[in-house]
């Protein structure tokens, strides 16, 4: 209670509010205003968490955050969570590795000034015949989050995974193929709303593969751990990085972004909308890489933005 215990003591003068701005009506309370407005995106209802009342924006296609109004009371920060689309898997003649997650980044006790900010949502990359397209960037707020690599092709000799935010797993059809490597820092600890370092956001890179005739795609990176290598000559391809658990939208509820694609034969996508199987798209709006294919592989999910803000 600080400064208004000091102010109801009876040794105290009477408390009319005029020295600290409030309103000079009546009924006791501030009248002024002690949090910022803003529109834009779409608006989720109030909710509390951690004895914080919040509301969230959540861009799903491109927009503006415009901030309204900051009264000379309120804390002008915003926290956000910015995902880019993720890559698309890899294909050709062979098996294709796993597309990279988009990278992901998430902070909070951002400042921000009474202007317009544009938001941009990236898109996946395709799945192809032969190397997956990357995925394309998302930004708000001056962010920018980096789009998932593609997965790398199956046929000889272009198999590399290509870099992005994280990078695209390696494809099947010449020997010691690279995966991708990954704009997005390495090291999340697991959990759940955890920060991403000052100047990048999470990613891994993908898995290299041994090459070989028959031989499967890797898994594509994700935003909590790299992708795997293939399960054998043929057997199965390699899982995508598993992504990472947020609960901006609406405090309660978990949801996992930015999954690597799954590497062809059968690999399965990373936790977090990464593709499943062969070539099975990364899930909408999470940042998921799309999985490897025997012929194409499967498109990048696109990414998500989302702020919210203290109201109460």
Do not use: C
Not at 101 to 111: N, P, S
Not at 198 to 204: H, I, K, M
Not at 284 to 309: F, K, Q
Request: hydrophobic fraction near 25%; aromatic fraction near 6%.
């Amino acid at each position: 209670m600080g400064i208004f215990n000091e102010f109801f003591k009876k040794e105290k003068p009477v408390f009319t509010g005029s020295r600290f701005g409030f309103g000079s009506g009546g009924g006791g309370g501030p009248t002024v205003p002690t949090f910022i407005s803003a529109t834009g995106g779409n608006s989720t209802p109030e909710y509390t968490s951690s004895g914080i009342t919040y509301k969230a924006h959540v861009f799903t296609s491109p927009g503006n955050f415009v901030v309204t109004d900051i009264p000379s009371l309120a804390t002008a920060t915003v926290d956000y969570l910015i995902v880019a689309g993720g890559g698309g898997g890899g294909g050709g003649p062979k098996r294709g590795g796993g597309g990279g997650a988009g990278e992901l980044v998430y902070r909070i006790d951002h400042t921000v000034t009474a202007i317009t900010y544009p938001v941009t949502v990236g898109g996946g990359g395709n799945g192809q015949n032969d190397t997956g397209s990357s995925g394309s960037p998302s930004s708000a707020l001056g962010v920018v989050a980096d789009g998932g690599g593609g997965g790398g092709d199956g046929g000889d000799p272009t198999t590399n995974g290509l870099p992005g935010g994280s990078g695209g797993g390696a494809g099947s059809g010449g020997g010691g193929a690279t995966p991708g490597t990954a704009a997005g820092a390495s090291g999340h600890p697991g959990g759940v709303d955890v920060a991403s370092p000052p100047n990048q956001g999470w990613g891994n890179g993908g898995h290299p593969t041994t090459g070989g005739g028959g031989n499967a795609g890797s898994g594509g990176g994700g935003a909590r751990t790299s992708g795997t290598a293939p399960h054998g000559d043929g057997a199965g391809g390699g899982t995508g990085g598993a992504g990472a658990v947020y609960t901006i939208v609406n405090g309660v509820d978990g949801v996992t972004y930015a999954g690597g694609g799954g590497g062809s034969p059968g690999g399965s996508g990373g936790a977090g909308g990464g593709g499943n199987a062969n070539g099975n798209h990364g899930t909408n709006n999470t940042g998921g890489g799309g999985a490897g294919g025997d012929n194409s592989g499967g498109n990048g999910g696109p990414g998500i933005v989302v702020i919210r803000y203290r109201v109460g």
